[in-house]
């Protein structure tokens, strides 16, 4: 790999003599390294998985034209940063390796960092707004719709009837409680593409992956600055997006937890997160948006936790694992945030018919 990244270092900044190559986040998917050069500059390097993106070049047209956006429409006050995409001397914004690979260059934005999870809600609350302006700048983009660079994503009953097929062939084990505990709930698995279906929900440009990771912030941990990882914007529900940032930020112990008596959905991140959000973002939002917000958040943990487990069965093809049961433990994980949620259900739709209520102050939809 390393002779790859070099390749690919080499391909969009000739001049520029590599001298380091760290790996950079915790990607389940992608490969990415900070990049230094002799003159310091400081480079995200990427290679897409071409397992997962079947059609790169969808991914870098979209890139494009979601971070030129941003850029050109973004309140000079926000203080969000928009990462840049290198082009070769040639113009070209990917390379592709021997192997077929595609790679690309990014700005590394320095003087932020990534959370490994929320620690106040002060964090959750900034979380909110910035997905919420993410959500309102992206409102706007200019037809055509992005290209759909992986067709199926968050599409829960697809993902059921995957693990359907798998079943039969499974390479690993099944697991009684993870088995009895999708049985259990495999009629709430139409619950937004049947409100998407009825025209309640918001269909539009969205992050597709808003977890804590790719939320950078301030040295200090108190402003959110950026919002990247934008290999999976296209159109999809606003409900994605939220249930997945709730998700995320609302388990502080993360996504492989070995007590999962210890998992809790944290009831004052989640009004915080809702909070932030309908602060930049309220006018977005449906009334049937609204009242599946708890669902949201439910939802996107149990498709999640199946993603996991039907990988595990399949042996651990999609998300990199280091060993053949992480994947099992990660899908735990998630059933284990969803009882929490089911456990304060009636609580968290309170708290979030309290936030969708506020007025939007800074904007509504046109
Ligand atoms: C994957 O690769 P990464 O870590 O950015 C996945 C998300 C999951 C996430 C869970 C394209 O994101 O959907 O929520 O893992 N991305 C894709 O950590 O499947
Ligand atoms: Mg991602």
Known sequence: MTEFCRAACAFFRPNEQ???????????????????????GKYVLQRLNPAVFPQPA?????????????RANLPAESGFRVFQIFRS??????????????????????????????SSTAQARAIGATLGLFHRLLADLPSPP??????????????????????????????????????????DMRLLEDAKQ??????????????????????????AVSLVDLDTVKPGLLLHDLGDCLRSCCNPLGEEVR??????????????????????????LTPGDRRLLTDSARLISLELGLR????????????????????????????????SIESQYSELTAAAAECAAQPDNSWRKK
């Open 89 to 118: 001397p040639t113009g070209e914004t990917a390379w592709i390796d021997s192997s077929g690979a595609w790679w690309r260059l990014l700005s590394y934005l320095d003087g932020t960092t990534a959370l490994d999870s929320v």
């Open 308 to 339: 996991f487990y039907s990988d595990y069965l399949a042996g651990s093809r999609y998300f990199k694992a280091d060993h053949p049961e992480q994947n099992l433990f990660r899908a735990r994980t998630q059933f284990a945030l969803v009882r």
């Open 18 to 40: 590599l001298t380091s190559l760290t790996p950079l986040g915790s990607g389940r998917v992608n490969d990415t390294w900070l990049a230094v050069t002799a003159a310091g």
């Open 198 to 223: 009825h025209g309640e929900i918001t269909v539009q440009t969205v992050h597709g992956d808003p977890k804590v990771g790719n939320f950078l912030f301030s040295p200090d941990g108190q402003q």
């Open 58 to 70: 969808f991914v870098q047209a979209n890139l494009c034209r979601v971070t030129a956006h941003l």
């Open 259 to 284: 007590n999962l008596d210890e998992v809790v959905f944290r009831h004052d991140f989640f009004a915080a997160v809702l909070a932030g959000y309908c602060s930049c973002a309220a006018g977005l």
């Open 146 to 187: 992005l290209a759909d660079t992986l067709p199926g994503f968050h599409n829960t009953p697809l993902y059921l009837a995957q693990y359907d097929a798998i079943l039969p062939q499974a390479c690993q084990p099944e697991a009684a409680d993870c088995r009895d505990f999708i049985a259990q709930r495999r009629a």
